[in-house]
């Protein structure tokens, strides 16, 4: 099976900090995608990204960014953690670029921003 | 632009009785359209998938979807609920034409009782 692994389950962080959410994929996916999902809103896509140092803007990427230097690992970036980033963060990878893949999900990173 | 609307909030079901979870979808083209479910504290995982052919597709742990284009909808059924199906459930539409993004309804916690 694909694993999709987010390299921390709850993440607490101060105002103003630089935080790395981290996710690495072990099934050579091409793509990869990091999510927020919030009570009422469902799932936003933050960003994504169709191969290595490739990186396409989602629905919100406002005070978000990524990095893709290796096929299986996809970072998220906040450059100044804010108190409305308190999220789940939802890691996805799928195969293919025919747009009908299923994606493969992290078991998320709940992080909280004081 | 593409849209989901999962109509309900929560729904309850009796364990033994038929379950529905309502999915109503926009895009400007032909649709891929996906169902996820979400066990506590995990990760989204995938269900099923319509992306041509017979409408009514059948997935994981006996779940079954049915595509009606002229509604555009794409409700979740299951003859039979169990009380582990109870789980918070998302829709999502990617538009076969458009960008590689997979777009997702608010969710749906469906509460199966005993």
């Known amino acids: 099976d694909v694993k999709v692994t987010q390299s921390s389950r709850y993440l607490v962080k101060r105002t103003g900090e630089k935080v790395f959410l981290e996710c690495v994929q072990d099934?050579?996916?091409?793509?990869m995608f990091w999510y927020r999902q919030d009570p009422g809103l469902g799932l936003r896509l933050i960003y994504f990204?169709?191969?290595?140092?490739?990186?396409e803007k989602g629905d919100i990427p406002e005070g978000y960014s990524v990095s893709r230097e290796k096929k299986e690992r996809f970072s998220l970036i906040l450059e100044s953690a804010s108190t409305n980033q308190t999220s789940m963060y939802l890691c996805?990878?799928?195969?293919?670029?025919?747009?009908?893949?299923?994606?493969?999900f992290g078991s998320g990173t709940q992080l909280s921003v004081l | 632009a593409q849209s989901v609307a999962q109509p309900e909030d929560q729904v309850n079901v009796a364990e033994g009785n038929p379950l529905t979870v309502k999915c109503t979808y926009s895009?400007?083209?032909?649709?891929?359209l996906f169902w996820y479910v979400q066990y506590p504290n995990r990760g989204l995982q995938f269900l099923l998938k319509?992306?041509?052919?017979?409408?009514l597709v059948k997935g994981s742990y006996g779940f079954e979807a049915e595509f009606n284009k002229s509604q555009t909808s794409f409700h979740l059924k299951k003859p039979s609920a169990l009380v582990s199906d109870s789980a918070l459930y998302f829709c999502?539409?990617?538009?076969?034409?458009?960008?590689?993004?997979?777009?997702f309804g608010t969710g749906t916690r469906l509460t199966v009782i005993p």
């Open positions: 895009v400007s083209g032909n649709p891929y």
């Open positions: 990204s169709y191969d290595v140092k490739m990186k």
């Open positions: 999502a539409v990617r538009d076969m034409t458009g960008a590689n993004n997979l777009f």
């Open positions: 099934m050579d996916h091409e793509n």
């Open positions: 319509y992306i041509t052919g017979d409408n």
């Open positions: 996805a990878s799928s195969r293919g670029h025919q747009g009908n893949e299923k994606l493969f």
